[in-house]
C-alpha cells in the first residue's frame, strides 16, 4: 500500500506501570494477586454524573444502557482507598520521580504545578467511578524527530475477573501514559517509535516487565478516514499489522461509501417485525427468538458481507453495534441462505420487505426490546457508512483486525481530584534527577568495550539478565562466556521447562567465576544451573552433575578408547578425530572442558598414526 | 483574567489553548483542551478572548400529584451536585427540581417541597442553628407533609439529629441523611441514602432518626435512633453505627423495603410539639491521666459540664476539689464515660462515690455528645437543680435505655 498517497497519520498512546513498592495513591504493595486469595467482595453500583451542560459524556452513556451491581474482591494487600472508603494519600513521590526521569530522558518539559484529575470511567474498573490522572510533562521528542505530546501519571484500573467481576489488587499501581502527536506515516514506523519509547521505559530500571505490564494505544486515521483508537495491543511486533489492517479497512469503507453513492442506496427509518415468516423455519435461533425484526438496506447487496479487512465484513461491524442491545449477532442476505435458513426462507423474506436483487436484508433475532434496539444500531451503522468512516474506539482481535468497541470518549469529562494537592515541581528538583545509561548506549558500549557483536550486545542490554550481566563482568568474568549464559542457556532451558528466573545472581556469578578459572567444565553448565533452580546449593549442584575428571585420567580413558578403534582410526586417519570426540565426550560431557578433551584426543590419535 | 477566559499557554515555546481557571500559590491554572489542568507561570500565559457562555439545559421535572408529598430540608450537605467539565467545579444543588433531576428514582416515590435554612459545613454547625433547624421541620410538618428529609454534612449530622429530638416532638419520621462520598463522584453513597431515607419519610415511623449505609456494599442502609447513634469511622460509607442497641429499620436497596423493629416508635403516636430553647453554656470534656485541674476554672463560666470519664465514669482525686467548686457555683456536671458502650455506675469505687457525694449526676448508658446536647436543652427548659436532675436521668427520647442487653 502506498500510505504516503493514503495520507496516513498515526500515533500512540503507551500505557507503562511502574515498578514502585507502593501504589500511586495508597500505602499498598504493587503486587498481583490469585483470586483465590480474596479476603472479601464488595458490591457496588456507580451512576453517571450530569455535567454543567446537562449531558452525559457519550463514552459514558453507552456504558450505562443499564444498571449493573459491580463486584470487588480485596485483598490483605489492598486498603480501604482502593475500595473507595477512604481518601487517597499525597502522591507516590517514587513514582513522580521516576515519570521525571523518563520525561527528562525524552527532553520533555516538566509543568510547573501538577494538578490531578477525575477522568470519568463508569464500566466498574474503577471504584470511584473516575481514575486519578496527572499531567506531569509536555512536548518532548523520541528518536529521531516525533514529537510527544505528553506524559500523564495515572492509577491503573482493577482487573475484570468475569462479567461485572473484578480483583482491587491491580488497582492503583502508578501508570505512565506517554503520548505521542500524530507523526507516524507508516506501519513500520510505529513500531519504531513505539519500541524506541519501550526502550526508554526500561532504561530506568524501574518499570513493571511481564504480560500486561505495557500496553499501546494506536490511533489511526487516513485522508478523508476518521480517527479511529485501538486499545489494546500488547506485542509490538503486531503493531505494523494492525495499522495496516486498519488501514486496508478504512479504504475498504471509503470504497463503500463511493459505491453506495453511485448505487444511489438509500436506508428506510425502522425496521419490521418479521416473526411470523419464520415459524416453520430449521434455524434453531430464529424458531426460538421471541421477535424477529428486519430491514431491508436498499442498494447494499454484496456490500454488508463485502470483507472490509481480513475475516472481517461491514456485516461485522453492524453485529458489533447490534450486540450493544443484547443480541448474539446478525443475519444478512449476503451470506444466505445458510444457518438452517433455506433459500424458500430467504424468498419468503426478501418479499416481505420488498427487497430487490441489489438489495440486503439484515435479520436480528431476540426479545421484542433487544430485537427493536438492535435494528436501530443496525441502520445508524448503516447511515455511517454513506459518510464513509465513523470515530470509533477498536479493541484488537488476536491476528491484527480490529472491532467497534464504543464511541470515542469526549474530552469532556475530566474534572480536579479535590483529594489531593497541586504538587509544584521547581528546576532544582528535575535539574537533580541522574538519568540512567539508555539502554541503546549501553549496548554499543558493551561492543566497544567488551568486543561481543552487536545482537548479543543489544540483547544483553535489554534483557532481564542485564544486572546480573554487569555484575559478572565486574567480577571478571569474560563477557563471552557472561552474555551467552545468561541469554541462549538459560533460554534454552526455560525452553525444556526449566525456571531460571530464582537462582541467585551470586550463585550464578560464583559458578561462571569456576568456570572462568577452569575448575568447572563451560559444558556443565546447563546441568548445573539446572540443579541450582531445583534447590541444590553451587557446590551440591556440581557434586550432582559428576565428579571433576583431571587430565591423568581424561588421558587413560581416552587412550583406552583410541585403542578399541585402532583399525578405524589407522583407515580415516586424522578424519576419525569427530566420529571418536563423540564417544569420548559421551563419557566426560561436563565433567572437563571440550577444549583439553580435544587436545588430549588429537595428541592420542597422532601417536597411532 | 477570569474564570472562563480562553487562554493559550507557552510550553517550551509551543503555545497550547486553554481555558483560564483561577490562581493557585502564585500560578495560574488552566485547564488545557485535553481536559487536564496544569498550574503554570502567570506569565507564560496569555489571553485570548472572552469565555464562552454556555446555556445549561434544564430539563423540567415534572412532579407526580398523586404521589405524598416529602419536605427536603438542606443544610448544606449536598445530596445533589454538578460538575462544570468546563472548568471542572462542583457546584451542588438544592432545589427540588435540581435534586429530582440528579436522582431521578426519586419521583417515583413523591412528591418534594425543598428548604434551605442555611448552608454551611458541618464542622462548623452551631447550637443556634439547631433551633432555626428545628422551627423549620415544625413548619413542613405543621404544612401536612408525609415526612422529612435533612440533608446533612456527616460530622456533626448526630449532634444535630439528637438536638432536634429533644427540641421536636414529632408524629412523623424526620430523618436525617448525608454522604461519606461527594455526590460528585459515580460512586457516591448519596443517591443510595436519599432513597433509602425518603423510602424510611414515607414508613410507619415518628421520631427523629439518622439514614445511612449499614455495610460497605450498596445494599442495605440502617435507619438509627437520632440519640443512640454515633460516627465511629473517618470515612467509611459505615461510619454510623448504634451503640448499645440496634438501629430502629433498615432499608434494602434498591427495592427500597423498609423493615421496622418493635422498638420504633409509630407514626402519629406523639402530637406535635417544638420547645426551642437551648442554654448554649455547656461543654464536653474527656478527662485523661496528668490533667490539670485548672482546665475546670476555664469552665467557670459553663452552666453545664459533661465529662467523658474513665471507665465506669471516673476522674482522678486530684480533680475533685475543682468539681465541688464548680458545683457551688451553680454548674450542673454530668458523668459519662468515655468507653462509649456501657453505662456509668458511680457507687462502685470511692472515687465514684466521692463524685456522687460533690453532686456529679450519673448520665447512665447516655454517650457523651448525647448528654451533652441534652444538658443544653434540659437546662433551657427550667433553672431548678432538682427538675434538671431528674429530667437528666430519666429517659426522654431514647437516649437512656433500663437494660443492656447482652450481644449489643
Not at chain 1, 328 to 349: R, S
Not at chain 2, 51 to 62: D, F, T, Y
Not at chain 2, 133 to 143: D, F, H, K, P, T
Request: glycine share 8%; proline share 4%; with cysteine.
Amino acid at each position: 500500500m502506498d500510505y504516503e498517497a493514503l495520507g496516513l497519520t498515526a500515533g500512540i498512546e503507551i500505557h507503562q506501570q511502574l515498578d514502585t513498592r507502593e501504589k500511586l495513591f495508597c500505602r499498598c504493595p504493587t503486587r498481583l494477586r490469585n483470586i483465590e486469595e480474596r479476603t472479601a467482595e464488595i458490591h457496588r453500583y456507580l451512576r453517571p454524573t450530569v455535567s454543567e451542560m446537562g449531558v452525559i459524556d457519550r463514552a459514558a452513556a453507552e456504558e450505562m444502557k443499564q444498571t449493573r451491581l459491580f463486584t470487588y474482591y480485596t485483598y490483605d494487600t489492598t486498603c480501604l482507598i482502593e475500595n473507595d472508603d477512604e481518601p487517597p494519600t499525597p502522591m507516590n513521590p517514587e513514582a513522580l520521580d521516576i515519570g521525571l526521569t523518563i520525561a527528562k530522558l525524552l527532553s520533555m518539559t516538566v509543568i510547573d504545578q501538577v494538578h490531578t484529575m477525575r477522568k470519568m470511567v463508569i464500566d466498574g474498573s474503577n471504584t470511584p467511578g473516575f481514575q486519578r490522572t496527572a499531567l506531569i510533562a509536555m512536548n518532548g521528542v523520541a528518536g529521531n524527530d516525533c514529537r510527544i505530546e505528553s506524559i500523564c501519571l495515572e492509577e491503573e484500573a482493577a482487573q475484570r475477573v468475569a462479567g461485572n467481576t473484578f480483583s482491587l489488587d491491580r488497582m492503583g499501581i502508578p501508570l505512565l501514559e506517554i503520548t505521542t502527536a500524530p507523526c507516524m506515516h507508516t506501519p513500520e514506523e510505529v513500531r519504531e517509535v513505539a519500541a524506541y519509547i519501550g526502550m526508554v521505559l526500561r532504561s530506568t530500571g524501574r518499570v513493571k516487565r511481564g504480560l500486561g505490564t505495557i500496553r499501546q494505544d494506536v490511533n489511526i486515521s487516513i485522508a478523508e478516514g476518521a480517527r479511529i483508537e485501538i486499545k489494546g495491543v500488547q506485542d509490538l511486533d503486531l503493531i505494523p499489522e494492525v495499522v495496516s489492517r486498519e488501514v486496508q479497512r478504512q479504504v475498504s469503507l471509503l470504497a463503500i461509501r463511493d459505491e453506495l453513492s453511485s448505487r444511489g442506496a438509500s436506508l428506510p427509518d425502522d425496521g419490521i417485525d418479521v416473526t411470523d415468516l419464520f415459524r416453520e423455519t430449521k434455524s434453531k435461533v430464529l424458531k426460538k427468538a421471541r421477535s424477529i425484526m428486519a430491514v431491508n438496506l436498499k442498494g447494499f447487496a454484496g456490500i454488508v458481507g463485502r470483507e472490509i479487512q481480513p475475516g472481517r465484513r461491514l456485516g461485522s461491524e453492524m453485529s458489533d453495534y447490534a450486540k450493544k442491545c443484547g443480541v448474539g449477532g446478525i443475519f444478512h442476505t449476503d451470506e444466505l441462505p445458510a444457518y438452517g435458513i433455506t433459500d424458500e426462507d430467504v424468498a419468503a423474506l426478501k418479499e416481505a420487505c420488498g427487497a430487490g436483487s441489489d438489495d440486503c436484508v439484515v435479520l436480528v433475532a431476540g426479545t421484542a426490546a433487544e430485537a427493536s434496539c438492535a435494528i436501530l444500531q443496525v441502520l445508524s451503522r448503516g447511515r455511517m457508512a454513506f459518510e464513509g468512516v465513523p470515530e470509533e474506539t477498536r479493541k484488537m482481535l488476536p491476528e491484527g483486525s480490529s472491532a467497534y468497541m464504543r464511541p470515542l470518549p469526549g474530552a469532556a469529562r475530566m474534572y480536579p481530584e479535590t483529594d489531593v494537592l497541586p504538587i509544584a515541581l521547581s528546576r532544582e528538583m528535575v535539574d537533580g534527577i541522574v538519568l540512567p545509561e539508555l539502554l541503546s548506549d549501553r549496548a554499543a558500549r558493551f561492543r566497544r568495550e567488551y568486543g561481543i557483536d552487536e545482537d548479543l550486545a543489544r540483547r544483553i542490554a535489554y534483557s532481564d539478565r542485564l544486572i546480573t550481566f554487569e555484575k559478572a563482568v565486574l567480577a571478571g568474568i569474560k563477557p563471552s562466556l557472561a552474555a551467552r549464559t545468561l541469554l541462549s542457556t538459560m533460554r534454552e532451558l526455560s525452553r525444556d521447562g526449566v525456571d531460571c528466573s530464582d537462582i541467585d545472581d551470586d550463585q550464578c556469578i560464583l559458578l561462571l567465576t569456576r568456570v572462568n578459572e577452569g575448575g568447572v567444565a563451560k559444558e556443565a553448565v546447563p546441568d548445573i544451573l539446572r540443579a541450582l533452580a531445583g534447590g541444590l546449593d553451587l557446590d551440591g549442584a556440581i557434586e550432582s552433575v559428576g565428579p571433576a575428571f583431571s587430565v591423568a585420567d581424561l588421558e587413560s580413558l581416552v587412550d583406552r578408547i583410541v585403542d578399541e578403534r585402532s583399525d578405524f582410526i589407522r583407515e580415516r586417519g586424522m578424519a576419525a578425530l569427530g566420529p571418536v570426540m563423540g564417544i569420548v565426550m559421551k563419557e566426560v560431557r561436563g565433567r572437563i572442558d571440550g577444549q583439553v578433551v580435544s587436545d588430549v584426543l588429537k595428541r592420542s590419535i597422532q601417536k597411532i598414526l | 483574567m477570569k474564570t472562563g477566559d480562553q487562554v493559550s499557554c507557552t510550553i517550551s515555546g509551543i503555545a497550547v489553548d486553554g481555558i483560564y481557571i483561577t490562581e493557585r500559590d502564585g500560578m495560574a491554572v488552566v485547564k488545557l483542551k485535553s481536559g487536564y489542568n496544569i498550574g503554570i507561570h502567570p506569565h507564560q500565559v496569555a489571553f485570548q478572548g472572552d469565555g464562552e457562555e454556555l446555556a445549561v439545559a434544564e430539563p423540567p421535572v415534572v412532579q407526580d400529584t398523586r404521589l405524598p408529598v416529602f419536605s427536603i430540608i438542606s443544610t448544606g450537605g449536598t445530596i445533589a451536585s454538578r460538575v462544570d467539565y468546563r472548568t471542572g467545579a462542583v457546584t451542588s444543588r438544592s432545589t427540588a427540581d435540581d435534586i429530582v433531576r440528579a436522582i431521578p428514582e426519586l419521583g417515583a416515590i413523591g412528591q418534594y417541597r425543598t428548604r434551605q435554612p442555611f448552608s454551611i459545613l458541618s464542622e462548623n454547625m452551631r447550637p443556634a442553628m439547631w433551633i432555626d433547624l428545628a422551627r423549620a421541620v415544625y413548619e413542613e410538618i405543621e404544612a401536612g407533609v408525609r415526612g422529612i428529609v435533612v440533608t446533612h454534612g456527616t460530622d456533626t449530622m448526630a449532634y444535630s439529629a439528637s438536638a432536634l429530638s429533644f427540641m421536636l416532638d414529632t408524629p412523623v419520621p424526620v430523618i436525617f441523611v448525608g454522604s461519606q462520598r461527594s455526590a460528585d463522584r459515580p460512586s457516591s453513597d448519596n443517591a443510595m441514602n436519599t432513597l433509602c431515607s425518603v423510602a424510611a419519610a414515607d414508613a410507619d415511623l415518628g421520631e427523629v432518626l439518622v439514614c445511612m449505609h449499614a455495610t460497605s456494599d450498596d445494599d442495605y442502609c440502617a435507619v438509627h435512633r437520632a440519640t443512640r447513634v454515633r460516627k465511629m469511622h473517618t470515612s467509611r460509607r459505615d461510619a454510623f453505627k448504634s451503640i448499645g442497641t440496634e438501629p430502629v429499620a433498615t432499608v434494602t436497596y434498591p427495592d427500597l423495603q423498609v423493615k421496622r423493629r418493635d422498638v420504633a416508635v409509630r407514626r402519629d403516636a406523639t402530637d406535635l410539639a417544638l420547645h426551642d430553647t437551648l442554654e448554649e453554656r455547656c461543654a464536653l470534656i474527656p478527662y485523661y491521666p496528668g490533667m490539670d485541674p485548672a482546665i475546670l476554672d476555664a469552665h467557670s463560666s459553663c452552666r453545664g459540664l459533661v465529662i467523658a470519664g474513665t471507665g465506669l465514669g471516673h476522674i482522678g482525686s486530684s480533680m475533685l476539689d475543682g468539681i465541688r467548686q464548680l458545683k457551688a457555683d451553680g454548674t450542673t456536671i454530668v458523668m459519662t464515660s468515655q468507653c462509649l458502650h456501657g453505662r456509668v455506675c458511680s457507687r462502685v469505687y470511692n472515687t465514684g462515690r466521692d463524685l456522687l457525694q460533690a453532686g456529679v449526676i450519673e448520665g447512665d448508658d447516655m454517650l457523651p455528645e448525647t448528654a451533652l446536647v441534652k444538658l443544653m436543652w434540659v437546662l433551657g427548659q427550667t433553672d431548678e437543680p432538682q427538675e434538671i436532675s431528674r429530667l437528666m436521668q430519666e429517659n426522654l427520647k431514647g437516649e437512656i435505655q433500663r437494660r443492656s442487653l447482652y450481644g449489643l
